[in-house]
C-alpha cells in the first residue's frame, strides 16, 4: 500500500495536466481506482461548478431542464455532502431573459444553503 501523501501527490499531478490539456476523464479514472484514490480525486473534480441556466426558447420545458440540472447536482450533494467542503468556485450562466430562474429555482436555493453552510461564502 502507497502512503496517501503520495497518492494525493499522483493524483494532484493528474488533476495539473488535465488543467492543462483537456477533459476530466483522467481524474474520473483515478476515482474509481480505490476508496483511498476518491477523495483527493473528487476534491479536484468538484472543485469548480458551471451551471448553465440559460434556455434558447421559452417556455416550461426549458424551466424544467434548467430544475432538472440543479435538482441532480443538490442531489449529489446529498448523498455525498463531502463534495459540498470541495466546491471553490460556483458559477451561475444566465442571460438576461433567464434571470428569474436564480429567484425561482428551489434547487439552486438548497445548493447555496449548503455551500454557505460549509463557508464557501464570506462577507468579502
Known amino acids: 500500500m502507497l502512503p496517501q501523501e503520495l497518492i ?9 495536466t488535465t488543467m492543462k490539456f483537456g477533459p476530466q476523464n ?5 476515482a474509481l481506482v480505490c476508496k483511498c484514490f476518491l477523495p483527493r480525486s473528487q476534491m479536484h473534480l468538484f472543485s469548480k461548478i458551471k451551471i448553465c441556466a440559460t434556455s434558447r426558447t421559452f417556455g416550461n420545458h426549458h424551466k424544467t431542464e434548467r430544475s432538472k440540472r440543479t435538482k441532480e447536482f443538490l442531489d449529489i450533494l446529498k448523498h455525498r455532502p463531502l463534495i459540498t467542503d470541495y466546491i471553490r468556485e460556483l458559477h451561475l450562466v444566465v ?3 433567464d434571470k428569474g430562474y436564480l429567484l425561482d429555482d ?6 447555496m444553503e449548503k455551500k454557505q453552510k460549509s463557508g464557501m461564502f464570506s462577507g468579502s
Do not use: G, M, R
Open 95 to 97: 442571460s438576461e431573459l
Open 26 to 30: 483522467s481524474l474520473s479514472s483515478c
Open 8 to 16: 494525493d501527490d499522483i493524483i494532484d499531478n493528474v488533476a495539473n
Open 106 to 111: 428551489p434547487n439552486l436555493h438548497s445548493i
